[in-house]
């Protein structure tokens, strides 16, 4: 991001940059920057907060103003309100998953369970006027069946042209993630992303096999795969056995 | 309130040492009072506009987002997982604050927005993103645009 302001800056263009990870901002020297105290994916600070958003991008837009750079960081004050747990949220209601269940099993309640957060991700449209999945171009019902072929150890091939397999898997989880995260964000409550992700990582079978693709990438002999599906599948905050 | 002490250690050591390019000049472009300014949001986070290529990992290259894009339309295709999404998924202001800039241009405190936004994906060699850079910074010249907010993930 700040080489992206060096180069913009050097065209003549005054930048601002976000910064959410202080140390880096320190060392990369951007013209100018706003650190902010915000969980990294949120720039700009609590979603549905208009009124915050606003005094982030003004706090960061009025750094355009002053005179006393090159290289200026200024800090926002405030943490993001929504980084609390909302008590009021109620965890989706999903079949427990079975630490042993088999490929087949797991496979098979990955298609249950998209099939019962139906409903509830409707809701989530009809509430925000669309969603975010989408990057794999299939159907939920088409998703969860390419991940369960990955489950059975078939690697499908993938059903789009100029897509490898483990590129359309990438796309196919991130969808899967993004279906069962907003289903279980939809209604009054508002949870904080952690409360979120201990339902998704901790609760659900998509979670569990997300897991069981990232055991399956790094017990391959394929180095690409490996690579994509250990690194690219589970957040290292997620991985069992360092958080 | 996260920070780096929230993370996974070894997460949190990687960000913090990040390699970064080391620059031999410190640019600053002076203007006009923010009144006065054209706004453009240049991201990192791998956005796209729903039916094109999504980034893959290493891309340097950027895409471009219109300025009537609307909320449903926009995706983050960020290779990365170690971001949060949900924020992002309940309100695109989280990431791409275009709601925000307009309202700013409406009420006067900043001259106008872009008629075009653009994203690039972080984690990629800033080597390989300076030419694509460089166009991008030749496209806002040609809209105008004479401040530019970057918003990472």
Not at chain 1, 150 to 171: D, I, K, Q, T
Not at chain 2, 4 to 12: R, S, V
Not at chain 2, 27 to 55: K, N, Y
Not at chain 2, 118 to 142: C, W
């Amino acid at each position: 991001m700040s080489a992206l302001g060096h180069y913009l800056e050097e065209e003549g263009i005054a930048t601002v940059a976000i910064s959410l990870i202080r140390p880096q901002t320190e060392n990369t020297k951007p013209p100018r920057a706003l650190w902010v105290p915000f969980e990294l994916g949120r720039p700009f600070g609590p979603p549905g907060n208009p009124a915050f958003q606003r005094r982030v991008i003004l706090a960061a837009l009025r750094l355009v103003e002053r005179d006393d750079g090159p290289v200026l960081i200024d800090d926002f004050p405030d943490d993001d309100p929504r980084a609390q747990p909302d008590p009021a949220w109620e965890l989706p209601s999903v079949p427990a998953v079975s630490a042993d269940a088999s490929a087949e099993t797991l496979a098979d309640q990955v298609a249950a369970e998209i099939a019962m957060l139906r409903d509830a991700h409707a809701r989530w449209v009809a509430e925000h006027g669309g969603t975010t999945v989408g990057l794999s171009g299939l159907s939920m019902a088409d998703c969860g069946a390419y991940v369960a072929g990955w489950l059975r150890g078939a690697a499908p091939a993938s059903p789009r042209e100029g897509v490898s397999g483990p590129l359309m898997l990438r796309f196919a989880v991130d969808d899967l993630k993004a279906y069962c995260l907003e289903a279980a964000a939809s209604g009054p409550a508002r949870p904080s992303s952690r409360q979120l992700g201990d339902w998704f990582w901790n609760r659900t079978a998509c979670g569990a096999a997300v897991y069981a693709l990232r055991a399956i990438g790094l017990a391959s002999e394929d180095d690409r795969l490996k690579a994509v599906l250990g690194n690219f599948m589970v957040p290292a905050a997620r991985v069992r056995g360092t958080g | 309130m996260t920070r780096l002490t929230d993370l996974p250690p070894a997460q949190a050591k990687r960000l913090a040492e990040l390699e970064c390019p080391a620059f031999d000049t410190t640019p600053w472009a002076s203007g006009p009072a923010l009144s006065q300014r054209r706004v453009a949001i240049v991201s990192s986070a791998g956005l796209v506009v729903r039916g094109e290529a999504p980034f893959r990992g290493g891309d340097p290259d950027f895409r471009v987002i219109p300025g009537d894009t609307k909320p449903d339309q926009l995706l983050i295709s960020h290779v990365s997982i170690n971001f949060d999404r949900t924020g992002f998924q309940e309100d695109w202001n989280v990431v791409f604050p275009l709601d925000r800039l307009n309202e700013l241009a409406a009420e006067g405190a900043i001259g106008s927005v872009a008629q075009t936004h653009y994203s690039f994906m972080g984690a990629t060699n800033p080597v390989l993103m300076e030419p694509h850079a460089r166009e991008v910074a030749g496209r806002l010249k040609q809209d105008g645009v004479d401040a530019v907010i970057l918003s990472p993930v």
